[in-house]
């Protein structure tokens, strides 16, 4: 059978497809050209401020910049005075302080009952000690236990630990090893 | 028919072509002018916080120049001081001038001394001294010892042994360090007690200009031969 009609429907079809697609690329274009307005303004916006926020940080430079030269050699003095006086704090600070915490471990050791003599005393920069304590007898030197586990003489050490003891019949070591606490204004 | 179709199309093109070509123009407008732009905000950003850093490096020294404008404080006098405990060289016979001196205020005889060469800090000069003096002596030596030689003197360990008779080994660093001016920044004056604390250590070193200043009036101008060999 021969095909004699024509489809149409078929191509009006596609013919409205297409008109479709071109109604949202006009659409595309309003939008386009919305957007672009959008981009332009805010940009245009943002770089005000930015402007704005510039000039008013270079005028407080230009201010303080004027004020600093007129007082140029003062601020060369105070420059080379900070960097020494830094350096000769970071210095001052590797040292061991001896006399400070010596005299806070003699102190302390005056309030224990017995009191007992303090052989040999050593610290270093970090406050790490190592003390030795001598007692004349063996019984002065276990009742010097209830001393040491006082809170106000712990609270003198970081951490201090009993290292070492020693006894024979004239005398009593103990030796201990910690570190101090901190003390501000040493010297 | 297929022709009139196809026109029908052709038509359609030809009517929406302006806003095709300007939907491409506009996009690739649309694309340039944001990466531009966002170059420019990086770039303003970047200025900004640089001005910001500025500024605060400004205002710091600003502030510190009117703290010690207010504080009524001898700056001249301090470099002097800080100069005198670290100076800017090492200068051995200063060193034996300190000890020398130390000795002498505080009684601890200075029998020997040995210079670490290991040490490679160019700031630091460790020497290990050995002393001569009693307990008392030697406490008060550690009293003393950080100024009194009129150079700042540490020692990071040290110790005393009551059974220990008379003999002290004892380790000392001195200190040197070349002061470039400008290069670091000075830092914020945050401390309340700064210009107490400097004031209190001018109270502790202030012998150190007027002992100087003594040493300095020595009369060594007096008459000497050009030449030595000549018998006038």
């Keep these: ?187 | 028919m297929k022709n009139k179709i196809f026109v029908y199309y052709s038509v359609l093109i030809k009517e929406n072509l302006i806003y095709i070509l300007t939907n491409i123009v506009l996009i690739g407008v649309i694309f340039f002018l944001s990466i531009s732009s966002f170059k420019k905000i990086d770039e303003n950003k970047k200025n900004i916080e640089q001005l910001k850093s500025e500024i605060n490096t400004l205002t710091l020294k600003n502030n510190n120049l009117s703290l010690f404008r207010k504080s009524n404080f001898d700056i001249e006098k301090a470099i002097k001081i800080l100069n005198h405990l670290v100076p800017n060289q090492e200068d051995y016979f200063s060193i034996l001038y300190a000890l020398e001196n130390l000795s002498k205020k505080t009684g601890l005889q200075i029998i020997s001394y040995a210079i670490d060469l290991s040490n490679k800090d160019p700031n630091r000069l460790r020497l290990t001294i050995a002393a001569n003096g009693d307990t008392n002596t030697f406490l008060n030596f550690l009293n003393e010892y950080n100024f009194a030689g009129k150079r700042l003197i540490t020692s990071d360990n040290l110790s005393l042994n009551a059974e220990q008779q008379s003999g002290f080994k004892i380790d000392l660093t001195f200190y040197n360090q070349k002061n470039e001016n400008g290069i670091s920044p000075a830092s914020a004056i945050d401390d309340k007690n700064f210009f107490k604390k400097i004031n209190e250590l001018l109270a502790k070193t202030e012998f150190i200009l007027k002992e100087s200043s003594e040493e300095a009036s020595i009369i060594i101008d007096y008459p000497r031969k050009v030449n030595p060999f000549s018998l006038q």
Excluded: C, H, W
């Design chain 1, 1 to 187: 059978m021969n095909k004699k009609r024509i489809n149409l429907l078929q191509s009006r079809y596609d013919y409205q497809k297409f008109a479709k697609i071109f109604y949202y690329i006009r659409l595309l274009t309003f939008f386009l050209i919305f957007l672009f307005f959008l981009i332009f303004v805010s940009i245009n916006f943002t770089m005000l401020n930015y402007k704005k926020e510039i000039d008013n940080l270079s005028s407080q430079k230009a201010a303080l910049l004027q004020q600093a030269n007129n007082f140029i050699d003062d601020e060369a003095k105070i420059n080379y005075f900070q960097n020494k006086y830094q350096s000769f704090s970071q210095f001052l600070n590797e040292d061991a302080k001896f006399l400070p915490y010596y005299s806070l471990l003699v102190n302390s050791l005056k309030s224990a009952t017995p009191e007992p003599e303090l052989i040999s005393f050593k610290i270093d920069k970090e406050r790490n000690t190592e003390f030795v304590l001598s007692f004349s007898t063996f019984e002065q030197m276990t009742k010097f236990f209830t001393f040491i586990e006082n809170e106000a003489f712990l609270t003198k050490f970081e951490n201090i630990v009993l290292n070492n003891f020693s006894t024979n019949q004239s005398k009593s070591q103990l030796t201990f090893k910690g570190k101090f606490v901190s003390l501000k204004n040493e010297k």
